[in-house]
């Protein structure tokens, strides 16, 4: 009989506890005691019944640590191993919910923490829906309300598209394989752009298939992008949390995957008027444009009417003024030829007066001074001329 | 003359979606401004046509329906059928 090291015997019931499929998830419940809560987020406690009592250890990041409190009552999520430094027995707490939930809820809590963790719910990764699908895949019961409604809706706010039914069953046993089924089928489809998953409100129970891990896998794997339509705006599934998208009801999802045509009809009418603005702007722009080039095209260019005005007045000053010139200079000469013929030394003679010469220089004599006695003169008289001697001068 | 066949054909044929983007990205054009008479003339001409056909498209359409074919659907088909023969016998 071999002799096992203490190490080998604390791997080997630490392997055989993590084998077994029941201690590997379940739900154990009990009183809290000895609670702690370290500096790291971690807890510590003690889960007892009447008689026994279990170790019990929440890492961080559990869930529900708020409903530990020393002697209450809760339900604890986790998995039984083996704290083989101590060789103590422990249950890994993953999630704590109050004593006293039913087992669906319990059920749904873990299923949400196991899905949460694993990044299905991640915002980052919710695809936005198409603004205008073509063809909308709806996973329903071909035989309720909410498939007539959703096609009473959309036929009423965008009837462009088509609506490919995926017919399941919404309740009940088969409901979720049947899910599971149409979310595969649609997928299958190259042209889907949208798929509504729906069903009317119900029981919780009722509500169940839309809680299953894999409809919720399913919904992941959707290459199109999934609006979850489950029960009433009360009612959350772990379909909503998956889904790209969460309609509070069948009805709200038909609305939100396809745009309202009055609204469209609207918007069509807005870009119309603006197209008009647009145009009748643009050209008046154009004619204020052309106005003023005119405007300053006329302004510019020499006015040939008005320049043509000013050369004729002033031709017509010019040959007034010569005009007059010309008649005050004959005038002036008028005057200037009588006034010369007054002066005239042939008027004087005629009056009787002689003009006297010097003989020898034919010099005009004015003055005695001019004349010795004995000098020879011309003396010129009205009709002709006569040489004379001077006698004598008297000064 | 098939080239003038084809165009037509195709403006016929764009989508709701595909005119409704063009009317608006014409729309943005022109309010973007900065575009020759011509271009305006040709944008608004172009506009005035993908409003009509947005508007026709929406008047005139109708709810297309169809079914996927999945594992329930097939046994409600039998089921039904089932009925039936029993219900002629």
Redesign the interface.
Known sequence: MPVYSVSQVTRYLKDSLEADALLGDLWIRGEVSNLSHSAAGHYYFTLKDATNQMRCVMFRPGHGGDNLADGGAVSAHGRVSLYEVRGELQLYVDLVQPEGVGERHLELERLKVKLDAEGLFQVSRKRSLP??P?RI?IATS?FGSVWHDI?NI??RR????????????VQGD?AA??IV??IE??NM?YDLDVIILARGGGSLEELWPFNEEIVARAIYASRVPVVSAVGHETDFTISDLVADTRAPTPSAAAELVVPD?YE??ER?TY??R??FQ??SS??SV?NQDLDQAVWRLQHNTPDITSWRQRVGDLSRDYWRALESYLVVRSERLKSLESRIASLSPDRVLARGYAVVQRQRDSELVTSVSQIDPGDDILVNVKDGSFPARTLSTNP | MSNAKNSSADSEEL???AA?SR??E??HA??EGG?S?AE??R??EE??RL?SL??E??SS?????????????EQ?RLLTEEKEETTED
Do not use: W
């Not at chain 1, 965008?158 to 069953?169: D, G, I, K, M, S």
């Open positions: 603004e205008f073509k895949g071909p096609q959309i036929q965008f009837p462009l598209v088509e609506l490919a039914l995926a017919p399941t069953p088969a394989a049947g089924d149409a089928s649609m489809e045509s469209l009809e069509i870009h119309h603006v197209l647009q145009v643009a050209l154009r | 989508s709701f979606e409704y009317l608006e014409t729309v022109l309010e575009l008479l305006v003339t944008l608004f506009g005035m409003a947005c508007n498209l929406l359409a109708e709810l297309k329906i169809t079914s996927l074919q999945t594992a329930f659907g409600m």
